[in-house]
């Protein structure tokens, strides 16, 4: 099997945070409908720090590529992403909880 195994390396600065994603576009190699994306999403600063799709500050994401095209790349995709769950009250509530340690030099 020939698989085309390339990867996009990219850093994206988004409310501060500075964001490590990698993307295989043919995770897989195929090139049927099944084909699969994948994303590696890691938070570098600060170093692992939560994001509203990931707890860790790290995320592996299988998708569709058709998903990523969508959105206008893989770039666009990562942004919608981030955006559209920065919305919700969790992602709200612990920004603003990490938000005030950093003010008492605690975070």
């Avoid at 295989?24 to 190699?29: D, I, K, M, V």
Wanted: aromatic content about 12%; cysteine-free; hydrophobic content about 40%.
């Amino acid at each position: 099997m020939d698989r085309n195994l390339t990867t996009m390396e990219f850093v994206i600065e988004w409310q501060g945070y500075r964001v490590q994603v990698d993307y295989q576009p043919n995770w897989l190699g195929s090139a049927s409908h099944l084909s699969v994306a994948h994303f590696d999403i890691t938070t570098i600063e600060p170093p692992r720090a939560p994001l509203p799709i990931t707890e860790t500050g790290y995320r592996s994401h299988f998708l569709h590529p058709d998903e990523v095209a969508a959105y206008g790349g893989p770039e666009a995709f990562v942004r919608a992403w981030l955006d559209a769950k920065a919305k919700g009250a969790g992602w709200k509530a612990a920004h603003a909880a990490t938000q005030q340690l950093d003010l008492f030099g605690g975070g």
